[in-house]
């Protein structure tokens, strides 16, 4: 669906897209109950199934068209998560971002257009950490597959890695901004670009990866680092309460447009900061970013959230209402997180 709110029924349709509806509308199943949130997760769980999977190489496609005929069939380990096998490098350590459709060498990497051509990425790792965190905690706390106990252990080992790779390659020990781009064997991106919402976003789904591995060694290293990135990311704040997308510093650009998934992280990474360190500045944070999006974001006639406004208010109707990355995965997670967290009074 456009900017403009018309429904585009031909449009390609994206694995993230997709993959975050049925993790939306599942989470919200679980949390509210209601039926029709699980017809659509159902819905969408058979249609990755029947049109995303590669059943002749494995692995999903990036994308298929409107008639579900592959389109990109490259393997972009953003969009899926769990991948030991092909693209953890087992030389310098970390999860590469992609190869073609046959798990072979991609020349071209990125995960979009506007982003650089390297091997590694911050971004990559981001997305890899969670669904990682997610998957042990189901094997550790819900039982709800039966599995061995070697499975549950390398899980764990795996996901003890990668807050290790967060803390040790790819904070900055200099700014505490997470950086961005990496070569194979970590060399980090010459050039300063911060991205805020990153950098926010992380704070709290690295601090959620620890606090689900449940080691206090772990929670001790963590934890400091936690709220040092969180008061990195303070750098993209603004008078009205939102957060700023991100700067380059080498040419001084700085893209000022209020993006509709960097307020939603903004708000549930200085919840974090509050729930679990008290910080009642971190908690005015996020109560004034709640009250930007209620004001300017939420669209009231049609739905949904709008993708930006700019510094002047001006609300972006160019990008997508709905499309390959505007997904009900942002906003509906920061729903849910504060619904489902436990404040004391």
């Excluded at 390609?12 to 599942?26: H, M, N, P, Y």
């Excluded at 990425?121 to 709800?144: A, M």
């Excluded at 970013?289 to 109707?317: H, V």
């Amino acid at each position: 669906m456009t900017g403009e709110g018309q429904l585009v029924k031909d449009a390609d349709k994206g694995g993230i897209l997709s993959a975050r509806i049925l993790w939306a509308f599942s989470a919200a199943y679980r949390v509210l109950g209601a039926p029709e949130y699980l017809m659509a997760a159902t819905l969408i769980k058979d249609y990755i199934i029947e049109y995303f999977y590669d059943n002749q190489f494995g692995g999903t496609y990036w994308s298929v068209d409107y008639l579900g005929n592959p389109k990109d069939t490259k393997k972009q380990f953003y969009a899926i998560g769990c991948i030991e096998q092909h693209s953890f490098d087992k030389v310098n350590n970390g999860y590469i971002e992609a190869q073609t459709r046959q798990w072979n060498e991609i020349a071209d990497m990125r995960l979009s257009e506007l982003d650089a051509n390297f091997p590694k990425s911050q971004n990559t790792h981001l997305h890899i950490i969670e669904p990682y965190t997610n998957l042990y905690r189901c094997l550790k706390e819900y039982e709800v597959c039966p599995v061995s106990s070697d499975v549950v252990e390398r899980v764990e080992k795996a996901l003890r890695n990668l807050i290790d790779i967060f803390t040790d390659k790819i904070l900055n020990p200099e700014t505490h901004h997470l950086d961005l781009f990496f070569a194979m064997d970590w060399t980090r991106e010459a050039g300063a670009l911060e991205s805020y919402g990153h950098d926010i976003e992380c704070s709290w789904l690295m601090h959620e990866a620890a606090l689900v591995l449940g080691a206090q060694a772990v929670l001790d290293k963590v934890e400091p680092i936690v709220k040092l990135v969180a008061k990195a990311s303070e750098k993209g704040l603004n008078a009205d309460g939102s957060m700023v997308h991100e700067a380059n510093l080498d040419t001084g650009y700085v893209d000022d447009d209020r993006h509709w998934w960097v307020q939603a992280e903004t708000v549930v990474g200085f919840i974090n900061l509050y729930q679990h360190f008290g910080d009642e500045s971190a908690l005015q944070k996020a109560l004034h970013c709640w009250q930007y999006i209620k004001d300017n974001l939420i669209d009231r006639e049609g739905g949904e959230w709008f993708w930006s406004r700019d510094a002047q208010g001006n609300i972006n109707r160019r990008d997508d209402k709905a499309g390959f990355w505007k997904c009900p995965y942002h906003n509906s997670r920061m729903c849910l997180e504060i619904m489902e967290r436990n404040f004391e009074q």
